[in-house]
């Protein structure tokens, strides 16, 4: 015999006590939306948007919301949709947070999860700051690159998220590869770091009204070279690490990560050297952006990878 409250029992069940694959669904849904906010971010740039609303917290100067005239309608909307975008990746940090504590999972869990929280209300900030210099190009980098970093921590809360708490942390690679899972993902903050600079340099400010105003005033060549150089040193040292990992009859799933990774990165590549013979037409910035956010991730599992508690329960 059932009863009417019979869905309803099962779904404050499942909250009251969150399941593994409930946790681990929220914290999908948190590293997508990491990675998809700075997609949007993109869109925003390259349609010159960046100033459809033109100030912060507000939309326009009296208005949280977009005024009609102030801004062409559909600047507004991009910028204001981005903004949206926020609240949403709030929710899904609060569910993940919420989960793993009713859940009463160990302190590394818990502090990455605060750690996302936290670094969306910083990087709502450091957006708002954005728009009230102008989207000078040092604004905007330090926006994007925080956004990496949150990607990295949703992508290892994932990781982490399916481990027993009660199990001891295994070894899981050499010393050798673990050191160069950690040099490569140095490297790869160097790419992050110089293309932000390419951006900069580069011919779209994020709104046409600011025009080259504020922009970085280096040559854009040889930024993209420097920005090359970084791209095949974090390559090189990737590709070392798949080396050792095949060498060392690694395990499988990990393994496999790197071999995504790697075909990540040649997606990247290939991507960046368009843009570099083409002159950065708008179509390519969403999808670079998009693989920025898919490297960064598969470079955090891959590291994770590496140390683990097993076993992992999914």
């Not at 925003?44 to 009609?68: I, K, N, Q």
């Amino acid at each position: 015999m059932t009863t009417t409250d019979g869905a309803p029992s099962r779904l404050r069940a499942a909250w009251d006590q969150p399941s593994i694959r409930l946790q681990r669904i929220f914290a999908l849904l948190l590293l997508l939306g990491q990675g998809g906010i700075t997609v949007t971010g993109s869109l925003v740039r390259v349609t010159g948007s960046g100033l459809g609303c033109d100030t912060w917290p507000l939309c326009h100067e009296g208005s949280l919301v977009p005024v009609p005239g102030a801004a062409p309608w559909i600047h507004q909307a991009i910028e204001f949709g981005n903004r949206l975008l926020t609240f949403v990746l709030s929710a899904a940090a609060i569910a993940v947070l919420v989960a793993v504590i009713r859940a009463g999972r160990r302190r590394e869990i818990v502090g990455l999860a605060i750690a996302s929280l936290a670094g969306i209300g910083v990087q709502a900030v450091i957006g708002g700051i954005s728009v009230l210099v102008n989207l000078h190009w040092w604004a905007v980098a330090i926006h994007f690159l925080p956004s990496m970093i949150l990607v990295w921590i949703a992508a290892l809360l994932y990781m982490r998220i399916a481990e027993s708490d009660d199990a001891a942390p295994q070894q899981r690679y050499s010393p050798t590869a673990r050191t160069l899972t950690v040099l490569a993902a140095v490297a790869l903050s160097l790419v992050l770091i110089t293309g932000t600079m390419v951006t900069g340099s580069g011919p779209h400010s994020g709104d046409a009204g600011v025009g080259m105003e504020g922009r970085l005033d280096l040559d854009t060549r040889m930024l993209a070279y420097v920005h090359a150089g970084a791209m095949y040193v974090y390559l090189f040292t990737t590709l070392v690490t798949v080396y050792l990992l095949r060498r060392e009859h690694a395990p499988k799933d990990a393994f496999r990560t790197s071999l995504v990774l790697v075909g990540a990165l040649l997606v990247q590549w290939a991507v960046g050297v368009t843009q570099f013979y083409l002159g950065v037409p708008r179509w390519t910035v969403p999808i670079h952006i998009a693989m920025s956010s898919v490297v960064v991730a598969f470079c955090a599992f891959l590291y994770a990878h590496g140390r683990r508690r097993m076993p992992t329960l999914i």
